[in-house]
């Protein structure tokens, strides 16, 4: 179906204003949204390793060169870096969906003259 934030022209999700007594204007995602999108992917990678880790930790697998009382530790180590991420992988999304709700909005009043100049550069144009 049809996405609710269309693709810009460097192909990233845009978000568009609500109809109404404005124009819908265009806003490519910002530096802070990326680095969110980021966040979320390496921590969406970080957890499940980090909780693998963690049980090969936890079974004493001779896949983790440590020795006994290291391994548990590490293994508690793990885990807690484990909910850290999902910790950051929520923040990061909250941060995003809260910018969503956020769109852009051009009055009507400060679009009038802008359809007028460029109908006027589109005629120069055509001669």
């Known amino acids: 179906g049809a996405s609710r934030f269309p ?19 265009e806003v490519p995602p910002t530096m802070s949204q ?13 957890v499940p390793l980090l909780i693998f880790f963690g049980v090969l930790c936890s079974q004493d697998s001779p896949m983790i060169e440590l020795e006994g009382q290291a391994k548990r530790d590490a293994a508690w180590g793990c885990y807690g870096s484990a909910v850290l991420y999902a910790l950051t992988f929520f923040g990061a999304y909250n941060y995003k969906q809260k910018n969503a709700r956020q769109v852009a909005f051009r ?10 100049s460029e109908s006027y550069r589109n005629d120069l144009h055509r001669d």
């Open 7 to 25: 693709r810009s022209a460097s192909g990233a999700r845009a978000r568009l204003a609500p109809k109404g007594a404005g124009h819908r204007v």
């Open 34 to 46: 990326l680095c969110a999108t980021f966040f979320m992917i390496m921590a969406a990678w970080a």
């Open 107 to 116: 009055p009507d009043h400060m679009t009038e003259m802008s359809s007028v």
